[in-house]
């Protein structure tokens, strides 16, 4: 163990010896905290206006990827003559909705076995 005493610790142990009043210690927890609040909702002011610019790149680039897959992917699988029937069957007569219909067995099934 050595005798040196480090000088920046030292400096805190003085600061730390002042005593304050009770009014100045608690205006000085209070500012401390306001100004930590107003930090922390501008951080939140920014993160959410990063996040929001990300969201607008993001829908551009997924609504161009939706009208690809919906060119590519037929309307319906099967010709029904019946409007009403063929309005009622449209989220099952397509592959998407098959695609669909079998990832929600999938997690149906997955369920059963590890729950």
């Known amino acids: 163990m050595t005798m040196e005493r480090d000088s920046e610790l030292a400096s805190l142990f003085r600061t730390a010896e002042q005593e304050l009043s009770d009014d100045a210690f608690t205006g000085q927890v209070m500012s401390e905290v306001e100004n930590r609040r107003r930090r922390t909702i501008a951080g939140w002011i920014v993160l959410g206006l990063i996040g929001a610019t990300c969201a607008w790149f993001l829908v551009l680039i997924l609504q161009d990827v939706v009208l690809l897959i919906e060119q590519i992917l037929p309307t319906a699988l099967v010709d029904v003559e019946n ?33």
């Open 83 to 115: 409007r009403a029937i063929a309005r009622f069957l449209a989220p099952v007569n397509s592959v998407s909705g098959l695609f669909g219909l079998g990832l929600l067995a999938l997690w149906v099934a997955f369920r059963k076995l590890f729950r």
